[in-house]
T-cell receptor, first 113, second 113 residues
């Protein structure tokens, strides 16, 4: 089945220790998104790629970076995680932009010690 | 700017009872509208979407939603709740001019036996 895969499902890191979360998709979608979701809140968009074009949200901290080396993979790098970065991180894809539904991965739950 | 309002952060129903989750949107033009469901520690799963075709939209798991332009509403309903419907539900709007989903704050549905 075509899907969005996130690894790992659970990630524990130490305060200030860089961490990378990965996302892959077999849907061949053009757009890939990264969201941060804290407990009992809606997902918050961090950035997205339309093909190779990177689009950063204005309020995304510089601590968060992303890479998309090819159509299938996208990475979220947190350079110096703080306690406030503990959250669920969701990757999503869509075939195109306007009007297309987004398909979500299962998420990676990040714990910062 | 587009926005979505979900009335009621928590809704409780008995098994077999009608489920009604409310969503109102603000938009000057007919938007694309979505309902997503999120189970604990999972990503978001699309229940249904409205893209200016039929105003009554049928989705998965017996859910449906009706687009009412005069009321700027897109409420989600299910005639008979199951225990397995207990989850968080998010209404979202996609602006025709952007490639972003704007989420409501979510409604947690509890189903009692």
């Amino acid at each position: 089945d075509a899907m969005v895969i996130q690894n790992p499902r659970y990630q524990v890191t130490q305060f200030g220790k860089p961490v990378t979360l990965s996302c892959s998709q077999t849907l061949n979608h053009n757009v890939m998104y990264w969201y941060q979701q804290k407990s009992s809140q809606a997902p918050k968009l961090l950035f997205h790629y339309y093909d190779k074009d990177f689009n950063n949200e204005a309020d995304t901290p510089d601590n968060f970076q992303s890479r998309r080396p090819n159509t299938s993979f996208c990475f979220l790098d947190i350079r110096s995680p703080g306690l406030g970065d503990a959250a669920m991180y969701l990757c999503a894809t869509s075939r195109d932009r306007v009007g297309n539904e987004q398909f979500f991965g299962p998420g990676t739950r990040l714990t910062v010690l | 700017a587009q926005s979505v309002t979900q009335l009621g952060s928590h809704v409780s129903v008995s098994e077999g009872a009608l489920v009604l989750l409310r969503c109102n949107y603000s938009s000057s033009v007919p938007p694309y509208l979505f309902w997503y469901v999120q189970y604990p520690n999972q990503g978001l799963q699309l229940l249904l979407k409205y893209t200016s075709a039929a105003t009554l939209v049928k989705g998965i798991n017996g859910f449906e939603a009706e687009f009412k332009k005069s009321e700027t509403s897109f409420h989600l309903t299910k005639p008979s709740a199951h225990m397995s419907d207990a989850a968080e539900y998010f209404c979202a709007v996609s602006d025709r001019n952007t490639d972003k989903l704007i989420f409501g704050t979510g409604t947690r549905l509890q189903v009692f036996p």
